[in-house]
Nanobody
């Protein structure tokens, strides 16, 4: 079955950086458009941005533009999210999935940014 394992979340101070990883299994990862999603406390899950199989990136969320970078390692089935200049509003659980989402969600990885 298709599974996603997100990791790399942590508690950091405002202005810090984190790099999240998502290891996928059970799908032809190299052919999939993949996305990162964020669910802030009390909010619905939203698409941060997506990346095609060939590396074309589109950031859907304004908060991601200029601070977040999506990348992928197709041979190893890994999706990355580099987050810089983190703000308290970036606090939330981050997930990966197809874009648009099409498969069961993983457990996500918690990011907490303190001021």
């Amino acid at each position: 079955q298709i599974q996603f394992l997100e990791s790399g979340g942590d508690s950091v101070e405002s202005g810090g950086s984190l790099k999240l990883s998502c290891t996928a299994s059970g799908l032809i990862f190299g052919a999939a458009v993949m996305g990162w999603y964020r669910q802030a406390p009390g909010e619905t899950r939203e698409l941060v941005g997506s990346i095609t199989s060939t590396g074309f990136i589109k950031y859907e969320a304004d908060f991601a533009k200029g601070r977040f970078t999506i990348s992928r390692d197709n041979p190893n089935n890994i999706l990355f999210l580099q987050m810089d200049s983190l703000k308290p509003d970036d606090t939330g659980v981050y997930y990966c999935n197809g874009a648009p989402f099409a498969w069961p969600w993983g457990q996500g990885t918690q990011v907490t940014v303190s001021s």
